[in-house]
Every structure is written in structure tokens, then in C-alpha cells.
């Protein structure tokens, strides 16, 4: 889908540290941005969501940024534990559906 | 959150057979639901709409004849797999919907199909 783009296909971050999943769209109607936590052979898991009203949202180690002029996000994910390597998307719905971009892989480094 | 079952968590057919997966949702009612596949190391694509009572909403380029759904009622889709062939092996995930209320949607556990 490439009305969001997700530029970076991996990441790896040293566990303690943090990370920062980028997200780029085109699309300034979106009114809600998704971001969905997927490990190997799982459905994805919600993870945190942003209005498009809002320029941050936080839940625990959690944080998502909203950049309406730059028509950017970013997830910080903050200590990095090992369990949070997984693929990550970020999906505005579409309606009543979601539409999967390629997503980020990251890996949390010991 | 809302739950949505999917069961088989996996299945292994012969080629040529018929394989049919089902999405519940557990506490909550959908008129329609959504089938992804995702193949190895790719992202999930969306396969169709599953609308209750009516036909399925497929995207473009999937085989309607081949992946069969059916919503027969409020709290049941149901994926089948076609005369399997090998190059069907894949991951399924079913979805409800999102709603106002509820801007994300929640996702089966997913099913594993290796067609042999």
C-alpha cells in the first residue's frame, strides 16, 4: 500500500536502548494512525494508536508521534526489551478494514 | 480488546483436497470480517470481505472460486480453500472489523496451511 511508507525493512537496537520506528504517509485524511506488533507465525496485536488531532500518545514503554505537516510518525519504543522484536506496521484503517504496508523488522540485540 | 478465534492454528492437506479454516469473534458481533494471507518474509495482504449474509468482497487478483467464503452468521466467517495446491501454502488471518468506538480491529491467531 503506498499511501504508507515504512522506509526502513529491519532495525536492530541494543536491548536498554531505544528505538524509533519511522512511518511516512501521503494521505492527510487519514484520522487515525495504527501501529500493530506482529511476531512470526501470530496474528498481529494492537499496540497503540494516534488521532489525528493529537502530536503524541503515550502508553508505558510506548510512545507514538504525530508530524501532520512532515505527514510523518514515530513509534519510541523505551527501554527496548527482547520481547519487542517483532515486525511493526503502521496502518491508518481504511473504514472498517486494515490495510498491512510492509512493515519494519526489529531485532533487540543482547 | 474484542477476541476473534480462528481455528485450525494449522493444517496440512494433500493436493486437490478442500481445507476449511473458521473465524469466530467471541464477544462481539460483525457484519463483516477480513481474510489476509501472508507469505513468507512479505506483509499481510488483504484477500477479501467477508459480508454477512451476502457474498464475499475479494481483491483484485484474488480467485473468488478458489478461496470460498462464507458468513452465514453474525459471529462466523469461514475461509475454504479450494482443490489445494502446494503453491497455496501460506498464512491466513482473519480480522473484525474497526469501528468508531473501536478504531482497531482484532486479528485471529492465524492459520497455518502447508499443502502437500
Known amino acids: 500500500d503506498q499511501q504508507v511508507k515504512q522506509n526502513s525493512p529491519s532495525l536492530s537496537v541494543q536491548e536498554g536502548r531505544i528505538s524509533i520506528l519511522n512511518c511516512d504517509y501521503t494521505?492527510?485524511?487519514?484520522?487515525?494512525f495504527l501501529w500493530y506488533k506482529k511476531y512470526p507465525a501470530e496474528g498481529p496485536t494492537f499496540l497503540i494508536s494516534?488521532?489525528?488531532?493529537?502530536d503524541k500518545n503515550e502508553d508505558g514503554r510506548f510512545t507514538v508521534f504525530l508530524n501532520k505537516s512532515a505527514k510523518h510518525l514515530s513509534l519510541h519504543i523505551v527501554p527496548s526489551q527482547p520481547g519487542d522484536s517483532a515486525v511493526y506496521f503502521c496502518?491508518?484503517?481504511?473504514?472498517?478494514?486494515?490495510?498491512f504496508g510492509k512493515g519494519t523488522r526489529l531485532h533487540i540485540l543482547p | 480488546g474484542a477476541v476473534v478465534s480462528q481455528h485450525p492454528s494449522w493444517v496440512i492437506c494433500k493436493s486437490g483436497t478442500s481445507v476449511k479454516i473458521e473465524c469466530r469473534s467471541l464477544?462481539?458481533?460483525?457484519?463483516?470480517m477480513f481474510w489476509y494471507r501472508q507469505f513468507p518474509k512479505q506483509s499481510l495482504m488483504l484477500m477479501a470481505t467477508?459480508?454477512?449474509?451476502?457474498?464475499?468482497?475479494?481483491e483484485q487478483g484474488v480467485e473468488k472460486d478458489k478461496f470460498l467464503i462464507n458468513h452465514a452468521s453474525l459471529t462466523l466467517s469461514t475461509l475454504t480453500v479450494t482443490s489445494a495446491h502446494p503453491e497455496d501454502s501460506s498464512f491466513y488471518i482473519c480480522?473484525?472489523?474497526?469501528?468508531?468506538?473501536?478504531?482497531?480491529?482484532?486479528f485471529g491467531q492465524g492459520t497455518r496451511l502447508t499443502v502437500v
Open positions: 494516534i488521532s489525528s488531532i493529537k
Open positions: 494521505n492527510s485524511m487519514f484520522d487515525y
Open positions: 496502518a491508518p484503517p481504511r473504514y472498517d478494514k486494515i490495510i
Open positions: 480480522s473484525g472489523p474497526t469501528s468508531r468506538t473501536n478504531t482497531e480491529a482484532f
Open positions: 467477508s459480508n454477512e449474509g451476502s457474498k464475499a468482497t475479494y
Open positions: 464477544d462481539f458481533q460483525a457484519t463483516t
